[in-house]
């Protein structure tokens, strides 16, 4: 079993998303690349000079075993926990043949994880699998990957259009966002007794790091389908709702007294997604919502009947199908596929938490059970050929 030295999920992924903001707000695929990207990428291409350029590993038939080894954007908190469990299920259910090994940055810190990167690459494993949360900064290190013939998997946002042919796992950011606005509308159409058609009213917004294209993604596909069921409604502009939890609190505060009447309150980020049922349950609001992320907090929430649903990108079927399909190619003696591997997003409701929530008592066992009809079709039926991973970035709407 592969583990961790783990920090409270709170106080990393504060830490992590005010790391964010002051790097500039890295946008993961973001055409302009602001000053902080072009700073840390050279810091990042100067630590290649460190690494000996060496023969690019033989490629055999195939392999009795095979070593994994992930690079965690974060080693801390219920992220790290469920990528890791995704991890040790596919090792497992290759009949022990595959190896997981990990490294991370403890603090939330692209260049770091970049340079480790690199450091896994002189261990020569057999795959290497980015969490990926800051493409700009892999790009170098990939096409020196490539040039060694490393086997690189990339999990969360595909890297940049530089690094050719890769191997994406990960989930359809802006479908999840669609998804979301259908549990908005079908709850609204219940609670006001209209059809989506005749409902007004305003929709508040708020993302937390303005830029990162899995938060707007996420954001534009919900607005979007708001929109298309519900044209007389009135979608403010969205505004910075802070990676702070405290900050977060305070804005959404402010927001939701200016608007106490709104048909939703929207945010993409963990933190307001935690904030807003607080504030409405001081305030006796109720409103149907949604979360796109599913710590404890939320899934305690969803319980209880705070929020609506929670619309998973799912994590640990990304990690456990970024292995899988990895290492049983290598077993085999057959090249990676190319593409982008799409994960379905799964909507928890009041139905599915409890199952849920005892999934996440033992998260490698747990979570397996609870998510193998999504892993196991989509492992075992995987289209030829793969979409494209350009595909995940979707145009403005």
Request: hydrophobic fraction near 40%.
């Amino acid at each position: 079993m592969t583990t961790l030295t783990r920090q409270p999920a709170l106080v990393a992924r504060q830490a992590n998303k005010q790391e964010v903001q002051q790097q500039g707000q890295v946008d993961m695929l973001s055409r302009s690349r602001n000053s902080c990207i072009r700073a840390s990428a050279i810091a990042v291409i100067s630590c290649l000079v460190a690494f000996a350029v060496s023969d690019a590993p033989v490629k055999a038939a195939g392999k009795e075993n095979v070593t994994v080894s992930i690079v965690l954007a974060l080693a801390a908190g219920e992220w790290s926990t469920e990528i890791l469990a995704g991890a040790n299920a596919a090792a497992k259910d290759l009949n022990g043949k595959v190896k997981v090994r990990v490294s991370g940055p403890t603090t939330f810190d692209p260049q770091r994880q970049a340079q480790m990167f690199l450091a896994e690459l002189e261990t020569k494993p057999d795959v290497l699998i980015v969490v990926n949360v800051a493409p700009p900064l892999f790009t170098q290190p990939a096409l020196e990957a490539q040039s060694r013939g490393a086997h690189v998997v990339w999990i969360s946002v595909p890297p940049m259009p530089e690094v050719k042919d890769p191997l994406f796992v990960g989930s359809d950011a802006f479908g999840m966002g669609r998804t979301a606005g259908t549990i908005i509308v079908s709850a609204l159409e219940k609670s006001l007794n209209k059809p989506a058609a005749d409902i007004t009213g305003d929709v508040v917004t708020g993302i937390c790091v303005p830029g990162l294209v899995v938060l707007e993604n996420r954001l534009a596909g919900e607005i979007s389908y708001l929109k298309s069921k519900m044209p007389k409604i009135n979608v403010l502009p969205s505004f910075n709702s802070a990676s702070d939890r405290e900050r977060s609190y305070a804005l959404w505060d402010q927001a939701i007294r200016k608007t106490p009447n709104a048909l939703t309150y929207l945010d993409v980020c963990e933190e307001g997604e935690e904030n807003i049922p607080k504030i409405l349950e001081n305030d006796k609001i109720k409103v149907p919502l949604t979360s796109y992320e599913s710590p404890e907090e939320i899934r305690d929430d969803l319980a209880r009947g705070a929020i609506t649903a929670i619309v998973s990108g799912n994590f640990f079927s990304q990690a456990y199908l970024a292995v899988y399909t990895s290492a049983q190619s290598i077993l085999q003696g057959r090249p990676l596929p190319q593409g982008w591997l799409k994960v379905p997003h799964v909507i928890i409701d009041k139905d599915k938490i409890a199952a849920y929530q005892k999934a996440w008592e033992k998260p490698e066992t747990g979570l397996r059970a609870f998510y193998s009809e999504v892993v196991e079709a989509t492992r075992d039926h995987l289209p030829s050929p793969l979409p494209s991973p350009d595909l995940f970035v979707h145009p403005a709407e």
